[in-house]
């Protein structure tokens, strides 16, 4: 199992069928799953959270230390919940959130809560450099990885 984070909830976030429409077409799930369906994504291997709780239109609304505290409570939680991955939706906010400042998308070489890490393309609207297509591509990339290397985690 791994974990997906977004930088922001989404639960009440439109966006959310953009994460969902990803999912789906990078073989994570078997139909496209509605944001109020994201329960239904632990049946499939895959637990979804958050950066930071407090919802924003843009990136740049939180704060470093927003992202700095958001980054410390996730690594517990990883290191709590036992996940074989974490992917971290945004190479903006995994920066932030773990002071990595040369993070590129893919698999990174640092382990947090003993869980491997993996950057993905954020599926917003804002990043129209990367279609659902490519999107999903990078998706299955990780996913791919995962299933190579067996279960993990709870």
């Known amino acids: 199992m791994f974990l997906l984070v977004d930088r922001i909830d989404h639960h009440a976030d439109q966006r959310g069928n953009l994460v969902q429409i990803t999912v789906h077409l990078s073989g994570f799930t078997p139909r496209q799953l509605r944001p109020a369906e994201q329960d239904e994504l632990l049946a499939h291997g895959l ?3 958050n950066v930071v709780a407090r919802a924003t239109a843009r990136a740049d609304e939180l704060s470093p230390a927003e992202y ?3 980054g410390r409570l996730l690594a517990a939680k990883v290191a709590r919940l036992r996940h074989g991955w974490l992917a971290v939706v945004g190479v903006t906010a995994y920066r932030a959130a773990f002071g990595d400042r040369r993070a590129v998308f893919g698999p990174q070489e640092t382990v947090i809560g003993g869980s491997r890490v993996w950057v993905l ?3 917003s609207g804002l990043n129209a450099h990367w279609t659902a297509a490519t999107m999903a591509e990078e998706f299955g990339r990780l996913r791919t990885a995962a299933l190579d290397d067996g279960p993990q985690g709870p």
Do not use: A, S, V
């Open 47 to 49: 637990g979804i959270t």
């Open 68 to 70: 700095r505290e958001g």
């Open 121 to 123: 393309p954020n599926p």
